[in-house]
């Protein structure tokens, strides 16, 4: 029997880009993820991360497949959800880079391009400003560094729990009790990326 | 603030570390694995592992080498050389590296980068550029041209045109090398490197020519870089990323401090 059971992770998989940083550093710190397109594996699961590199038009097959469904239901149910980039713009009502694709809807608002910089994606290491109290950022240092790769990005919420500054601050990490994302990623962000990782999981 | 990444570079033959940043105090320097580690723990921003033997035969060591390399590494990791198809692409991937770089094999087949861009993301793509300024032009910047095949073969490409290419492809960075520069630990070619962070709006990372800190600085300020590869500096003086990343900060360059 695979990890289906009580007490599972599952890496959401939605056939875009590369999963192996996100499963390689959760299986670093302890965790056995099982990456699934599966949505019963997916409503069962304990935990559910869902990664993301690439296109916003890819989380369409989320919907296709009844992910959606899945992860909507058990973030309702108390399940502790992680969208990491594409999969924290997924979780607002949609983004201007596929206008035909909705997201969940989780969180309300739209994910916009950067549009008061030249420098399109945003690439790099920057700083993050944490607001007290979250349970993801617990012991990341304020003005700790994260690595971002992204071209959209959301604005501050009222439950955004770490702002980053690029042509304007923007939200790099948002926590609504146990619905979470981060526009970084955690995975390649070194020993803070990992701290927040290991928060995760700790839920 | 975003900060100006430092990007440890390994040069790869047959699974061990030929050229590049050597730690004397490591027992087996020649070990890719440990010199990644050694690096990130040392400050660097990102890895790249180019893998210089780039022959068919070899591919499956470079995976195993990848496979390992990536295995205790959770920063950005960059594996270049030799990827001439989407599936050599993909195969890098499955290893663990987040990004590859492209380089003769993209400029013979362009649409290599729009390829790896729609499976991967753009973000996972760098086309890296070796260029050598124009001879008996008017304007050598502008007249640059791009060299493929370790930098023997002209193409009669402008750096800067081919650059916009990429970028129209949609390659996520650009690495640029000077020719005219590299291995004269004079500084790197800041015109030239301005000319094409100017020309695109993807992130540029230069390199060669990287002798001190100072270097490092003025290619950040005049240069317009967003990234340096650092290889050779760090057999002349100074001993880490977290060294060099220090006298950037002093100098008033922007970095990820600490780290």
Redesign the interface.
Known sequence: MSAASSGSLAVVDYRAGNLTSVVKALRFLGAAPEVTSDPDVVARASKVVLPGVGHFAATQFLRERGLTEAIWSSTKRGTPFLGICVGLQWMFEGSTEAHDVAGAGILKGKCERFATIRKVPHVGWNSLSIRPNSRLMEGVDEGAYAYFTHSYRAELQTDTVAVTEYGGLFTAAIEADNIMGVQFHPEKSGKAGLTILKNFLKL | ?????IIACLDVKDGRVVKGIQFVDLIDAGDPAALAVAH?EGGA?EIVLLDITATHEQRGTLMDTVKRT???L???FTVGGGIRTLDDASAV????A?KISVNSAAVACPELIDQIGR??????VIVAIDGRRGRETPDPVKDAEVFTAGGRKPTGLRVIEWAREAESRGA??ILLTSMDADGTRNGFDCELTASVSQAV???VIASGGAGNAAHFAEVFGDGKA??ALAASIFHFGVSDARELKKELATLGIPV?LP?
């Open positions: 603030m975003l900060t100006k990444r990130a921003d990536s295995r205790g959770f920063i950005p991937f499955d290893a663990g987040d499976c991967f993301g753009a973000q996972a996520g960075e709006a993807i992130p967003d990234a990820r780290c």
